[in-house]
């Protein structure tokens, strides 16, 4: 895997989320990304950021446009310092939730890309890494 | 920059969301959006979307509550102008937005909720939605 190009973005206020939405959003039409694999990258990744903010108070987002196997994509790394999660198998049952949402956020932020990975450890902290690809289903 | 407007137009409201959402500006919106309707006794609300080109759970959700509150008020949401890549994501994300009638665009939206209000105006049984233009 080659990083063609990379971009560090802090989230400490929810403001930051629109500023990270539209620079996601600039990488993705730079590599031809169709409009509805950049709305599903997207979405996941409000989904993903928000998860950040509300449970970890914010962190650090990585943008990077790759390119594997002739594929060229967008994997996003979202990392936090929060409180970790307990059970990663559960939170990525539909319909969970320890907040107040619709348990929708990991699940559902899976379903629309084509990679997801989560690592999380109880008071250190959540990686959570997602790849879409330019062209992939 | 933390407040939709929202105009009224005889019995409706009407609001043109061109700005990019996040969840403080959302809420603002499902608030100031129940107050008009109670304020100024308002049969239906419309919310146009076509500027939007992104609708998280959080933002689908504030779409559906404010369908159901302006519904216990008395007033009728339609939400028009989705963009289809929206509706794509929205139904694999997990929202299929069950319960908030939809139309293609502004004109289609306004017919829908004329229509809802003629109806109920004629016969008092309440309607079942036979006519959700969901097609």
Redesign the interface.
């Known amino acids: 895997m080659i990083a063609l190009n990379r971009e560090i973005i802090e989230i400490a206020k929810?403001?930051d989320?629109?500023f990270f939405?539209?620079r996601l959003?600039e990488h993705a039409v730079k590599i031809g990304m169709s409009?509805?694999n950049?709305?599903?990258l997207?979405?996941a990744s409000?989904?993903l950021v928000?998860n950040m903010l509300k449970y970890a108070g914010g962190g650090q987002i990585c943008i990077e446009v790759i390119n594997e196997k002739m594929q060229i994509g967008i994997k996003v790394t979202f990392e936090d310092k929060g409180p970790g999660i307990p059970d990663i198998h559960k939170a990525m049952q539909?319909g969970f939730s320890t907040g107040k949402?619709?348990g929708?956020?990991l699940?559902?932020?899976k379903?629309?890309v084509n990679e997801f990975d989560i690592k999380s450890e109880i008071g250190k902290g959540t990686i959570v890494t997602i790849v879409r690809w330019k062209n992939g289903l | 920059m933390d407040r939709i407007p929202i105009l009224k137009m005889g019995n409706f409201l009407l609001v043109t969301i061109q700005v990019d959402m996040y969840d403080r500006l959302a809420l603002n919106l499902e608030n100031d959006l129940v107050t008009m309707i109670r304020r100024v006794e308002a049969k239906g609300v419309l919310i146009d979307i076509s500027a939007v080109s992104i609708v998280d759970s959080f933002m689908g959700r504030i779409l559906g509550n404010i369908a159901s509150m302006s519904k216990i008020l008395d007033a009728e949401t339609v939400v028009v102008g989705m963009q289809p890549a929206v509706a794509i994501t929205l139904v694999e994300l997990g929202l299929p937005l069950t319960g908030v009638h939809t139309a293609l665009d502004v004109e289609k939206g306004m017919i829908l909720l004329k229509n809802k209000l003629n109806l109920i105006e004629e016969d008092d049984d309440e309607d079942k939605d036979p006519d959700d233009s969901t097609e």
């Open positions: 929810e403001l989320v629109v939405r539209q959003k409009v509805l950049q709305t599903k997207i979405t409000s989904e928000r539909d949402s619709l929708l956020g699940p559902g932020a379903r629309l």
